[in-house]
């Protein structure tokens, strides 16, 4: 039984080694680049292959047009990940060490390239090392995969999309800190503030204290009264570059509403045409 949303510590523990399994470290930190190779250099899940956000995850910014990680080519990103390990019929697990908020953009990336079978372990890394489980500084060894590459556009909007929606009514959420969608402190981009008629939904808000997501009963609860009646496919997810925008995404499928979907330009994108209009405060 292969898992789409997330994996416990205790199952991946049991599949190290497994053939069928592919696990990718996916830490990364926005104001440090390198630290991600350097933390994985230090130690890892045994097995774990490295793989970065810039480099791997995101096509070049240009400058004036793009936002901070633009959607990587997709049969690019397929053939890194075939030569990775990933494979049809392979189980693949994503980590990271900040509650996922890195790792989910692999984890929707792999949807949108026709990969199902992918899930992100519950709790990260923190959790990995809290409970004593096996770490390396031993590289992965590669086996070369074959993976379908069928991105499914539905899946993403552009800035028209965007325009759009919000003329019908959908609901355009933000995955950014609260301080960050109102404006108060912008540590990343040259504009601070927020798309009018966005609502903020910090991706922390789908964790429990100890890292790990909520019950599927609890994370459903909260959206439902975010959505007001609206039905999954009317939300769009958002953030500063189209990363932890996906952690509300992949929140809404454990909670049992899938068929949302993702603005990968988000606000860093919005914000390269001064005629787009920002908002600031709550609102």
């Not at 830490?27 to 933390?39: I, K, M, N, S």
């Not at 939300?235 to 499928?253: D, R, Y």
């Amino acid at each position: 039984m292969h898992s789409n949303t997330l994996v416990s510590t205790e199952e991946l523990a049991q599949h190290l080694g497994d053939p069928n399994w592919v696990v990718f470290d996916c830490r990364f930190t926005l104001t440090d680049p390198e630290g991600g190779r350097r933390v994985y250099a230090a130690g890892h899940i045994p097995g774990a292959r490295y793989i970065h956000l810039d480099d791997d995850l995101s096509a070049p910014v240009v400058p004036g047009k793009t936002g901070r990680h633009p959607l990587p080519d997709a049969q690019m990103l397929a053939q890194k990940l075939a030569e990775a390990g990933v494979g049809v019929n392979k189980q693949v697990v994503v980590y990271d060490d900040s509650y996922g908020a890195m790792a989910v953009r692999l984890w929707w990336l792999l949807r949108w390239l026709g990969h199902p079978a992918v899930a992100l372990l519950d709790g990260g890394y923190p959790k990995w090392t809290r409970e004593k489980r096996l770490v390396t500084q031993a590289e992965a060894e590669a086996h070369k995969g074959s993976i379908a590459c069928l991105p499914e556009r539905s899946q993403w909007v552009d800035v028209e999309q965007v325009q759009q929606a919000l003329a019908a009514g959908d609901l355009l959420l933000d995955a950014r800190p609260d301080r960050r969608f109102t404006g108060e402190y912008e540590p990343l981009d040259p504009v601070a503030g927020h798309i009018p008629g966005s609502i903020n939904w910090s991706f922390e808000e789908n964790l429990d204290i100890d890292g790990t997501f909520l019950p599927p009963e609890a994370l459903r609860e909260n959206f439902q009264a975010l959505l007001k009646g609206r039905a999954p496919h009317q939300v769009i997810h958002t953030c500063g570059s189209g990363v932890t925008a996906c952690h509300n995404l992949l929140a809404m499928e454990v909670a049992g509403l899938p068929g949302s979907r993702l603005y990968p330009g988000s606000w860093s994108e919005w914000i390269t045409d001064p005629a787009r209009p920002v908002a600031t405060g709550e609102e």
